[in-house]
């Protein structure tokens, strides 16, 4: 055949063989460049919205856009942005490259030495953009345009606005090289450009009003020009003052609403002082200087007690009233104590309100703790102690003008906590203006208290009655809210020897004229003083079998407004699909669906001064890109993350239905890859942890693993993954999980294109228990990964959960290990669900995950496992990464644990060849060296 028709018949065949290319399966090099959104922000005005697309690992870019989609910016490793109050200006962080970050740590530089973080201000309306190098932290005005940053070395003539010259200190490497002498701060008034920068600057604040700023300044060593103390600059008249003179600590800088009054603690002890305790000082700017509110043992705080310098310090909205924290003063440390020459222990003592490890584990906040209390500047001082060691957890209300706090106590209940989880907890209101209580419970309880947003009610959920009450402060009137509506207000589904949670409060309507709670479906809408109830739904949720809940679309809003439209997002339990009903918080008609469909949405984002939302919507194959919408019918796409899937076999998703041996109802989710072919065998992996199957339209992208499964890199590469909701029975999670997941794996192996003799099982934690529970019980599986797992009940139940110092018994006697019991009643409850006692039983392979810092589940149980399962001489391999905890958190272990998991069950399920890790393992003389991926020759 002449050349040219050669060529001609190749040209021709191309168009064919590239529309039947298949697509690749997803692998291990595809997880950093898998993007996401995040912290997206719309303008008051409704008129812009920024937002960041992400990487897993890398650069990622800010996007400014139009809620139109016109793209005003797109900035490199843009984040942390806002946009000011008048929607004029978006100010962000740009961060360093992570290329060079990344060589900075392999060089081993210091923090001060490690690449900085830039400053950016973009103005919307011209397109400017102005940036500012080196910067620590910044402040952007809560109602107006004005933004304060520190820097933290010279920022370069090329990339910073000069301010002018008699405003602005020389700043020098010299100065920064004594980190007590702080660092550049920077104050911008957007609106008219005016610009000022001061020295040794080492904490600050702007007003909400951006009228003033207020910092603290340390002053260098032998500086003839900066001065160390409390200073304002105001910035509409450009000038400063100095509030409060001396070397020392200034902290909690607070100005009302207004930035007519300025509050803050400092000490200002001499360096050598042992005991150094803060002072609260106050000013109103009518005078030279600032005035001490309160000094260590003033009149009206206990002896030896002093303001903290750890507390909060907040005006109240009226600005009549300034909150702080009290706190016993420090012990002196004895400096005659040689280290090597004393004991070190921690003492155990049974009357501890806390176990050691506990108090160990809050050493650090309860060396901070402090007790609130509120002070009347404009009152001569007037001082009310709110808190002490009995009552030590307050509640403000959000409109804190209110006369009454919340305060609950748990003290001399705490001890039971050990077993049951949570502690019996009294309530109170305490009085701002006389430091009255009044009790609202006569009794401990366990119940949860909360405030309404003007302080004129107390609601709680009491766990006994299953109820929610309320109590009214102006009349000490308590109220049951909801038993009149003989709906259920606790989980309905509850099979924990726990007492069932409640499902929530929603939000309330201004004036704390109504509360609006929920039940399994619908949303009730409650006078919390005559507890008048009806449902806001119109009970169209438990008719419908549709879940409708709601949370406050608009930033810092406190309560609903009169008439504010409720976007409800909806979930529709049978079929798991996703959307929004709407609804106007004074009608009394049934909501409205908007849209429902097989997508997921993230919760709503709304302008604050106009109807425009942003969110995101996604399903199982299209990525959760970023929307913006009026109405969330007509809807404008903001995003297009991944688009590097369609190149990739991706997977489908599908409920499936059961009923198990005892008859229960079961559901589940079906993963197939997106080349599914009914008319071959594959090879199947069952994942599961508690109940998945509302995760149905869940985009879930491949990523390096904790330890779980990754359903969409073993989907692509030709696997069925299953997820079978499990429902338990009291003292019987074993067999619940015997139950419901191999019944549900036996329904589906009943399908020709299942390989039953090729099904593994994977599982963390909880999940990693249940995988070696079936595996003592079954031999119907090739291959199951167990990351995690308890396989001892009986020892674990003393053990310690280290990161939160808990113990462990609770877990079993009430929560997700559901036994019920303790270990002496029903001893052999614990060792008939426990797997090591059957673990001879065991023929399937599997690799346990056990790191050597997990702080939920006991390093040992893997241990146990393994060197039980190594003397009966059955296939078992234990993955310990060092320094690691429950989950592992490092990405490139994460990366590691991927590609292992991969393995094994490629070779056991596929027929694959063994890694060497599998097949020879890896000596601790090689460790660091050889990771024994690769595939063993023999």
């Known amino acids: 055949m002449p050349k040219y028709l050669l060529l001609l018949a190749g040209l021709a065949c191309q168009p064919v063989l590239a529309q039947q290319a298949p697509k690749k399966p997803l692998d291990h090099s595809v997880y950093d460049q898998w993007q996401s959104v995040a912290n997206q922000r719309i303008s008051h005005n409704g008129k812009y919205v920024l937002f960041q697309v992400k990487p897993q690992q890398g650069d990622g870019v800010l996007y400014l856009k139009t809620t139109g989609n016109k793209t005003l910016r797109q900035v490199s490793r843009g984040d942390s942005a806002l946009f000011t109050a008048d929607s004029r200006y978006a100010v962000f962080s740009i961060k360093p490259r992570y290329q060079d970050v990344r060589q900075a740590r392999i060089k081993k530089k210091k923090p001060d030495q490690m690449p900085k973080d830039s400053l950016g201000i973009y103005t919307l309306a011209t397109g400017k953009l102005t940036k500012y190098a080196n910067v620590k932290s910044f402040q952007v005005a809560e109602e107006a345009s004005a933004v304060a940053f520190l820097a933290l070395k010279p920022t370069s003539k090329d990339s910073v606005k000069k301010a002018p010259v008699d405003t602005v200190k020389k700043i020098t490497d010299r100065l920064l090289e004594v980190k007590k002498d702080g660092a550049p701060l920077t104050v911008i008034n957007l609106i008219n450009g005016q610009l000022r920068t001061f020295e040794s600057v080492t ?71 042992l005991v150094k305790p803060f002072s609260l000082y106050y000013s109103d700017f009518g005078g030279d200087s600032a005035r001490l509110l309160a000094a260590p043992s003033a009149n009206g705080l206990k002896k030896g007690w002093s303001p903290s310098g750890f507390g909060k310090v907040v005006f109240s909205d009226n600005g009549e009233k300034l909150f702080f924290g009290t706190s016993p003063d420090p012990i002196p440390q004895d400096t005659t104590l040689v280290d090597f020459e004393h004991a070190k222990l921690d003492i155990w003592n049974y009357k ?69 989880g949570s502690t019996l907890k009294q309530a109170y209101l305490v009085s701002t203006r006389t430091g009255e209580r009044l009790a609202i419970n006569p009794k401990a309880a366990k119940s949860r208290f909360q405030l309404s947003p003007q302080g004129k009610y107390v609601v709680w959920y009491d766990f006994e009655s299953k109820n929610w009450f309320s109590y009214a402060v102006a009349s000490h009137q308590t109220t049951n809210l909801t038993a009149k509506t003989k709906v259920a207000f606790a989980d309905e589904e509850n099979d924990s020897p726990e007492d069932p949670q409640p499902y929530g409060v929603a939000a309330w309507t201004k004036d704390d004229a109504a509360v609006l709670i929920f039940d399994r ?53 049978t079929n798991k699909q996703w959307g929004f009903y709407k609804k106007n918080i004074a009608s009394t008609a049934a909501p409205q669906p908007v849209a429902m469909g097989p997508v997921g949405y993230s919760p709503l984002l709304q302008a604050k001064h106009a109807d425009e939302f942003v969110y995101t919507k996604s399903s199982v194959s299209q990525p959760a890109d970023l929307y913006a919408s009026r109405d969330l019918r007509q809807e404008t796409k903001l995003s297009s993350i991944n688009p590097q899937q369609k190149d990739y076999n991706w997977f489908t998703a599908e409920l499936v239905h059961w009923t198990t041996p005892k008859g229960f109802p079961a559901t589940g989710v079906l993963y197939k890859p997106e080349n599914f072919d009914p008319a071959k065998k594959y090879p199947m992996v069952a994942y599961f942890y508690e109940k998945l199957s509302d995760g149905l339209y869940k985009y879930t992208a491949p990523a390096p693993t904790p330890s779980r499964l990754d359903i969409a890199l073993f989907a692509s590469n030709g696997y069925l993954v299953f997820t079978p909701d499990i429902s338990y029975t009291i003292g019987e999670p074993g067999p619940s999980a015997v139950e419901f997941v191999n019944s549900g794996v036996e329904s589906l192996k009943k399908n020709s294109w299942v390989n039953g003799a090729h099904i593994g099982i994977q599982g963390q934690s909880w999940g990693g228990y249940q995988v070696a529970y079936l595996i003592t019980q079954t031999n119907m599986y090739a291959a199951a990964w167990a990351g995690a797992p308890v396989v001892n009940m009986t020892s674990a139940y003393g053990g310690i959960r280290w990161e939160s110092g808990m113990s462990r018994q609770f877990q079993y006697e009430r929560t997700q290990s559901r036994i019920g019991a303790t270990l002496w009643e029903k001893p052999e409850v614990y060792i008939r669900n426990s797997p090591l006692f059957s673990l001879p039983k065991v023929q399937t392979p599997v690799v346990i995950m056990s790191n050597d810092a997990d702080g939920a589940v006991p390093w040992y149980q893997g241990i146990e496992m393994f060197t039980d399962l190594r003397r009966l001489g059955k296939p078992v391999w234990l993955l310990q990464y060092n320094g690691e905890a429950h989950n592992l958190v490092k990405r490139e272990n994460r990366k590691d644990i991927s590609i292992r998991e991969l393995q094994f069950f490629d070779h056991y399920l596929k027929g694959a060849p063994a890694p060497v890790w599998l097949e020879k393992g890896v000596p601790a003389v090689e460790k660091g060296r050889n990771w024994g991926l690769e595939i063993s020759k023999q």
């Open 203 to 273: 904490d600050y604040q702007i007003s909400k009003l951006g009228n003033k700023v207020a910092f603290a300044v340390s002053a260098p060593r032998g500086s003839k020009t900066v001065k160390s103390g409390l200073y304002v600059y105001d910035l509409a008249t450009g000038t400063l003052r100095k509030l409060s003179s001396g070397k020392g600590v200034y902290k909690n800088l607070a100005f009302d609403d207004a930035g007519k009054q300025l509050a803050f603690t400092a000490e200002k002890h001499p360096e050598k002082a």
């Open 521 to 573: 479906y619908d949303i009730w809408k409650i006078d919390p003083r005559s507890g008048a109830a009806t449902n806001f739904t119109s009970g169209v949720g438990r008719r419908d079998k549709l879940i409708f809940r709601y949370r406050m679309p608009v930033e810092k809003q406190k309560f609903i407004e009169p008439k504010d439209n409720l976007w409800l997002l909806v979930q529709n339990e």
């Open 352 to 420: 501890d309100d806390y176990l050691q490890p506990m108090q160990l584990k809050t050493l650090k906040k309860d060396l901070q703790r402090n007790y609130l209390a509120v002070i009347y500047p404009r009152q001569a001082g007037k001082f009310v102690q709110l808190e002490d060691e009995y009552l030590r957890d307050s509640f403000v209300a959000e409109q804190n003008n209110a006369e009454y706090v919340l305060a609950v106590t748990d003290t001399a209940k705490r001890v039971a906590m050990q077993w049951q």
